[in-house]
């Protein structure tokens, strides 16, 4: 039983690990995109808030542990969260070579219910508690996109109120903002993302025996932000070139209007407990504040795909999941 806890803690590593360099351009894409900062410092400054931002809460990391299915009444849990994460990492390494920037949120809580219900049952799965997650994935980028264009739209009646409407001087400024937004940003997604690992940590935990509550470690929580502080740190360069340029020209002023928002969006729903999908909210929003100044030149073809992709992720997840788990007991 040891042995297959520490299995499922250093996979659980290796997908924050992942995480870190999947969602990298989650938090500094559109900095790099209008060339606030380096790339090198940018993924230096992401990595460090996000590790800091990991560190600091613990909320989301219990509704993870404990909403989907009852660690500590589940059948063959650790051989369930072990399947899970093999599912999770074999889907999100298949998303970061094509560039498509997918929720590695979905994709945990895809093969971590599909893992269920193929080791446990329908019984198992706590079916309003999975519902009640998915319906915060799926409304967050729907409210982001809608902040966003309310707050891209209170910043350019602003400019407009102000008079400054120099090009060059306007850039300045909000490149000098997106340094401060994009910290911010980059700590939001390091205390929504890692936080999955560490509630995936605990539900191998406590169904194991190894301790009969949800709350987190300490040594969990340092070490979910560690791995995902380091896979930031090499940067997830595919993924930030399709964010950055292939959705439609980041200027600073809307790519700190960006910031703002999904820093606002993934806040709030760290301190409700909720998880979500911080590249939904990122790329929603840069779809609202862009549509704001220029609603034509968003590339709808680029939307629609990643779209197509946030779609089919849960469902190819649990499948996914479910079929790994029945082939590997079927096999031993």
């Keep these: 039983m040891l042995t297959l806890v520490i299995i499922v803690v250093l996979l659980a590593l290796l997908f924050d690990f992942i995480n870190g360099f999947h969602d990298t351009a989650n938090a500094i894409a559109t900095s790099i995109s209008t060339r606030a900062m380096s790339p090198r410092f940018a993924v230096f400054y992401a990595a460090v808030l996000n590790f800091i931002g990991a560190v600091l809460s613990s909320e989301v990391a219990k509704t993870v542990g404990g909403s989907i299915a009852n660690p500590a009444k589940i059948e063959n849990g650790i051989q369930i969260v072990m399947i899970a994460l093999i599912a999770a990492i074999a889907w999100n390494l298949f998303t970061w070579y094509f560039a498509i920037p997918s929720s590695s ?3 945990l809580i895809g093969a971590l219910a599909g893992a269920v219900l193929a080791g446990a049952g329908s019984a198992s799965l706590n079916w309003n508690g999975f519902l009640g997650i998915v319906k915060i994935l799926i409304l967050s980028p729907i409210i982001a996109f809608a902040v966003g264009f309310l707050i891209m739209g209170i910043i350019k009646y602003a400019i407009l109120l102000s008079g400054n409407t120099s090009r060059s001087k306007l850039n300045r400024v909000f490149r ?3 340094i401060l937004s994009a910290g911010l940003l980059s700590f939001s997604h390091g205390g929504n993302d890692a936080q999955k690992a560490m509630g995936i940590i605990v539900f191998a935990l406590v169904a194991g025996e190894f301790q009969s509550t949800l ?11 560690t791995a995902m502080g380091l896979g930031t740190s090499i940067g997830g360069w595919r ?10 020209k980041i200027e600073p002023v809307n790519g700190f209007a960006s910031d703002l928002t999904s820093s606002i969006v993934i806040q709030t729903s760290t301190a409700i407990g909720q ?17 704001v100044i220029r609603f034509k030149d968003v590339k709808w073809g680029t939307v629609t795909r990643m779209i197509l992709t946030w ?3 849960i469902p190819i997840s649990m499948a996914l999941a479910f079929l790994l788990y029945k082939l590997v007991f079927a096999l031993f």
């Design 105 to 107: 949120s979905h994709t």
């Design 176 to 178: 000098t903002f997106q």
């Design 215 to 225: 709350d987190v470690p300490m040594w969990v929580k340092i070490a979910a932000a």
């Design 239 to 248: 993924i930030i070139k399709t964010v950055s340029k292939k959705i439609m």
């Design 275 to 291: 998880p979500l999908s911080t590249t939904h909210v990122i790329t929603s929003a840069i779809i609202g504040t862009g549509s």
């Design 311 to 313: 779609v089919i992720t």
